[in-house]
């Protein structure tokens, strides 16, 4: 079992940034991948960024050139830096970490693929 604990979430301005933070507890040695997914209100889970645990990065549309993921191995941590934040980025922001692998290279996107959640962060963007 693993356990996902998300930090850093808040409320920031338009063009302002914040980081993200999880920290993998449990058997996190095991994992295939971690990474970021976010929610707003009515609207489907959409993936951030994820990376796996042979350092292979995606980022999903909107965030690509904004948003940053890292991975601090010695600690257990991944982390989210959001740059130029926008309006459209408020959503509350999931840490999703796999353990059972990927069948094919395509799936690291799909949040479906994903069998660890922690409890989710809010991040708020005023205009």
């Known amino acids: 079992q693993v356990q996902l604990v998300e930090s850093g979430g808040g409320l920031v301005q338009a063009g302002g940034s914040l980081r993200l933070s999880c920290v993998a507890s449990?058997?996190?040695?095991?994992?295939?991948?971690i990474g970021w997914y976010r929610q707003a209100p009515q609207q489907e889970r959409e993936l951030v960024a994820v990376?796996?645990?042979?350092?292979?990065?995606t980022y999903g549309d909107s965030v690509k050139g904004r948003f940053t993921i890292s991975r601090d191995n010695a600690n257990n941590t991944v982390y989210l830096q959001m740059n130029s934040l926008k309006p459209e980025d408020t959503a509350v922001y999931y840490c999703a970490a796999n353990d059972i692998g990927f069948s094919r290279s395509g799936d690291y996107p799909r949040p479906s693929k994903y069998n660890y959640w922690g409890q989710g962060t809010q991040v708020t963007v005023s205009s």
């Open positions: 449990g058997a996190s040695s095991s994992l295939k991948a």
């Open positions: 990376i796996s645990t042979g350092s292979t990065i």
